[in-house]
C-alpha cells in the first residue's frame, strides 16, 4: 500500500457512484451479525470497491465500461491477483444494483453462508 493508493481510495469514498452508495448501505448492516466489509479498500496495486476480510470476499460494482476488452482483460488480470491472494471475487453489474438488488444481496449472502456465515 502506497501513500498514493491510501489517497486515492479517500478520494474513490467520496466519490462513489449511486450504485455503490446503495450497496454500502446494505453491506454496513451486516455488521451486527459479525461481517465487516470495507470500502474502497487498497490492496496491492488496487483498489477495490468493498472488501471482508474475514471471509476474505471482494464485490466490484462495475458499469458498461467493463464490456470493453481492454477493461475486461485488466478486470480478469486483478480478479486473478486478488484470488492468488485468497480472496474470491463477486463482480455486480450497476444495473443489478438498480433493477435485481435483492438478487444482488442473495447472491453475496449465498456466498457467506458457504462460508459458515449469516
Known amino acids: ?5 491510501v489517497r486515492t481510495a479517500r478520494l474513490l469514498r467520496k466519490r462513489m457512484t449511486p450504485h455503490e452508495v446503495k450497496l454500502w448501505a446494505a453491506l454496513r448492516l451486516l455488521r451486527s451479525q459479525g ?18 476480510f474475514d471471509p476474505k470476499l471482494v464485490i466490484e460494482v462495475d458499469g458498461s465500461q467493463h464490456t470493453l476488452d481492454s477493461h475486461a482483460r485488466r478486470d480478469r488480470e486483478r480478479d ?3 484470488e492468488r491472494q485468497g480472496f474470491a ?4 453489474w450497476n444495473h443489478e444494483v438498480n433493477d435485481n438488488f435483492d438478487g444482488v444481496m442473495d447472491a453475496i449472502g449465498e456466498y457467506l453462508r458457504g462460508k459458515g456465515l449469516r
Open 1 to 5: 500500500m502506497t501513500v498514493r493508493s
Open 35 to 52: 461481517i465487516r466489509f470495507r470500502r474502497q479498500v487498497p490492496l496491492g496495486a488496487y483498489i477495490v470497491d468493498f472488501a471482508c
Open 80 to 82: 486473478a491477483w486478488l
Open 89 to 92: 471475487v463477486l463482480r455486480m
